[in-house]
């Protein structure tokens, strides 16, 4: 499959710790979204959406939305269960994840990272959602290894994406140790290096 | 199953919708979101989010988030349907809807019907992110009836119920015609009264 994508991306990090986990193999497109090319005609043929990730099957047929991409690639794997209800508890910290962490967390990052401005510049309301948002996954995980069962699922893929960059948004995690530890051990069940 | 709910919230909506088509019962129990009693710390003990709605099953398990409540419920019908890819593409639409499309349309509804505020006094960045996420609707719509497949499904369900209330955040929704008649489309089949 190819996997259009921006490397800085969080979202479309996750697509590529979920590939990468499972061992499938994917060509990589490098996108530069700041010079508009998740707007070209070619690839809003591709996605309506505009956004990466966006994947394109072998057979042509495309999908976009980090969320919807993982979800696909994980079924039949460990880290989408089996079980109905653990699957429906994984939707909902994802579906959680889209609607109040990414707008936050990714948004303030955004400006920080991708605009350059300085942290002071940040959208008030942005940094204190997503304030709240890191500390409401620290609380869940001061008692819980990960966010659904007893292993990494795609719940902990997705809400890894934008957590583990969060400090290039100017949010500290230091203070948050469930959370922190939580970064850990995903990043040791994924083979990645330590962040922070 | 006990369904924790505000009746004008489209987000809640989306679980009445599911739960009547399907035939499954329910007590539905009203909150007062502007009172805070989505914020209670019995309210937080079923779900940490803090946002309605909330399913209580009869077993005493809890579940947030539309999203995930609605697929956990269609499961095994014809709002789900079994095909993998299928199921993706409804995903697609479904985590674009809480990223994008209920962000900006229910943000700047709710400035308007919540809070009372003047239609002129939207956030102009949800305004515009609004009037693009409808526009992207109407243009999808003008080759298929429903969004995946030939039929109604939780796709559909998710993102007709805050562009059924659109209007009521000062959208206009008369200048797409795809748009109007999936809205009749879908009301026809849920059994819901014509809104416009």
């Not at 583990?164 to 083979?191: N, S």
């Amino acid at each position: 499959m190819d996997v259009f994508g921006d490397r800085n991306s969080g979202n479309c990090l996750k697509v590529r710790y979920t590939a990468d986990h499972l061992g499938l193999p994917y060509r990589w497109h490098e996108l530069d979204l700041m010079a508009g090319e998740s707007r070209t005609d070619a690839f809003l043929a591709m996605s309506p959406f505009g956004q990466v990730p966006v994947v394109r099957f072998d057979d042509g047929r495309t999908l976009a939305q980090s969320g919807a991409i993982i979800r696909y690639l994980a079924r039949g794997s460990a880290l989408l269960p089996e079980d109905a209800f653990a699957q429906a508890e994984i939707d909902q910290w994802m579906f959680w994840e889209q609607n109040f962490h990414e707008p936050n967390v990714a948004g303030a990052r955004f400006q920080v990272f991708y605009r350059k401005e300085p942290v002071e510049a940040r959208d008030p309301l942005k940094v204190e959602r997503g304030e709240a948002a890191l500390d409401l996954m620290n609380e869940a995980l001061n008692t819980r290894d990960f966010f659904v069962g007893d292993g990494l699922t795609i719940a902990d893929i997705a809400l890894l994406g934008y957590t583990r960059l969060a400090p290039q948004g100017g949010f500290e995690l230091d203070g948050r140790r469930a959370l922190t530890r939580w970064i850990a051990r995903c990043e040791d069940v994924l083979g990645l290096p330590a962040l922070h």
